[in-house]
């Protein structure tokens, strides 16, 4: 009999579905995808107890979590509840100490309330608080995939990604980041593996680098 195969579960970055993922590939024999989707939050429910309630949704154990950008938050709150083989997170931070200046103000100044969220959100909206991307083109490839509409979702995942208060990183946790992400510039990212001239939408548009080094880490495990 053959290695069983590795079970990998992708969690999507702010409001975004499958669809990211559809760049990446992994030897089908070895691997077995499988992409969570978000789910609504309760009306003022704790990043923890949410966290909890999508890692009921990892089945096997020793599986792989990955998450990209708040996903990757939402995945590191996650693997508490869970027996990882390898956490992994791509275009994100690991502790509130790497988010940039901008979000850090928000914080202190509560300006994402001002955010206006609405059951149909547009992909500047998110933009003016830098949390997406930036450019025309950018923006038009991330609207593309910008799936989950209802605003209490999009209030309450805002909200965590910018008051998160995790100061230190988790064990063990591995990093995947593009020198050239304006979201989350590598001068605030400590201890990342680097993709050259990978943006924060790089999941999209480097997709094959993204999946020959999520197997090399794999591997290495």
Do not use: C
């Amino acid at each position: 009999m053959g290695n069983p195969q590795i079970h990998m579960y992708f969690v999507p970055g702010l409001a975004a579905g499958r669809e990211i993922f559809r760049n990446l590939t992994f030897p089908e024999t070895k691997y077995q995808i499988h992409i969570l989707e978000w789910l609504i939050p309760e009306k003022k429910e704790a990043l923890s107890d949410y966290s909890k309630r999508m890692a009921a949704m990892v089945l096997e154990p020793n599986a792989v979590l990955v998450g990209v950008s708040f996903g990757g938050v939402v995945a590191q709150e996650m693997s508490k509840f869970l027996h990882l083989r390898k956490l992994v997170i791509i275009s994100s931070v690991k502790t509130r100490e790497e988010l940039p200046k901008r979000l850090k103000v928000a914080r202190k100044t509560f300006a994402y309330k001002l955010i206006p969220t609405s059951l149909v959100l547009s992909a500047s909206d998110i933009t003016k608080f830098g949390i997406g991307p930036k450019t025309k083109k950018r923006l038009k490839l991330y609207q593309e995939y910008l799936h989950v509409r209802d605003k209490q979702y999009l209030d309450w995942a805002i909200k965590n990604m910018i008051t998160w208060n995790r100061l230190e990183k988790i064990k063990g946790v591995v990093h995947l980041h593009g020198n050239n992400d304006i979201v989350f510039p590598v001068r605030n990212i400590d201890g990342y593996i680097n993709i050259e001239g990978g943006t924060h939408i790089m999941i999209l548009n480097k997709g094959v680098e993204v999946s020959e080094k999520l197997i090399e880490i794999i591997d290495n495990n």
